[in-house]
Structure formats: C-alpha cells, structure tokens
Nanobody, 120 residues
Framework: VQLQASGGGLVQAGGSPRLSCAASGSIFSINDMGWYRQAPGKQRELLATITSGGTTTYADSVKGRFTISRDNAKNTVYLQMNSLKPEDTAVYYC???????????????WGQGTQVTVSS
C-alpha cells in the first residue's frame, strides 16, 4: 500500500491550491484519512481529518480556509487550501488508516510529503 501526494509548489499569498493524495496497492478498505503539515523547526501539525462517511474535523489554524474531501471510488483525499499565508509554508503530508488484503488489521500509512511555499 502506498500514498502518493501531489499538488504542492510555489504559491502567492492569497492563492488557492488543491493537494491530492491517492492510495494504491492491495486495498480492502480505507477508514480515516487526514492531512498534516510540518514547517521548518516545528512539530508536525494535524490539519484536517475525514472519515469514510465524510465527517470532517479541522485544526483551528485552518478552519474556514482549508477543506478536506475524499473520493472513495478513487481512494483519494484532497485538501483545498484558500487564502494562503506565508505562515502556511510547510511540507504537507497525507495519511490514511487502511486495511489491506494481506493483513488482518488496518494500519496507518503516510504519503511522502509535498512542499508548499507561500510567497508574500
């Protein structure tokens, strides 16, 4: 099982990029999915989560600006980011709780991270 994140890059302040993260491999089911970020010198921060049924949660730092969504048919989770600020500059990671055909119990998997740099 692998998670592949994409959609990062250099963005101007106020921009609205969308990150994607696709899961692939021998997947039986996907439970919760989420997005984190880690800025230089800071701890990894949980931004948003979404259940398989679509229930979402958000960190206060992004509530109202970021939207998490998923396409269960494509095994993909998205993060729509609006009104970006320079302090949103970080490496963004996706993760997911996935049950594969080769294991009895689900496990947590991480994407490789995608850099988002917001210029002022």
């Amino acid at each position: 099982v692998q998670l592949q994140a994409s959609g990062g890059g250099l963005v101007q302040a106020g921009g609205s990029p969308r990150l994607s993260c696709a899961a692939s491999g021998s997947i039986f089911s996907i439970n919760d999915m989420g997005w984190y970020r880690q800025a230089p010198g800071k701890q990894r921060e949980l931004l948003a989560t979404i259940t398989s049924g679509g229930t979402t949660t958000y960190a206060d730092s992004v509530k109202g600006r970021f939207t998490i969504s998923r396409d269960n048919a494509k095994n993909t989770v998205y993060l729509q980011m609006n009104s970006l600020k320079p302090e949103d500059t970080a490496v963004y990671y996706c993760n997911a709780n996935i049950r594969s055909y080769s294991r009895t119990y689900p496990g947590w998997y991480w994407g490789q991270g995608t850099q988002v740099t917001v210029s002022s």
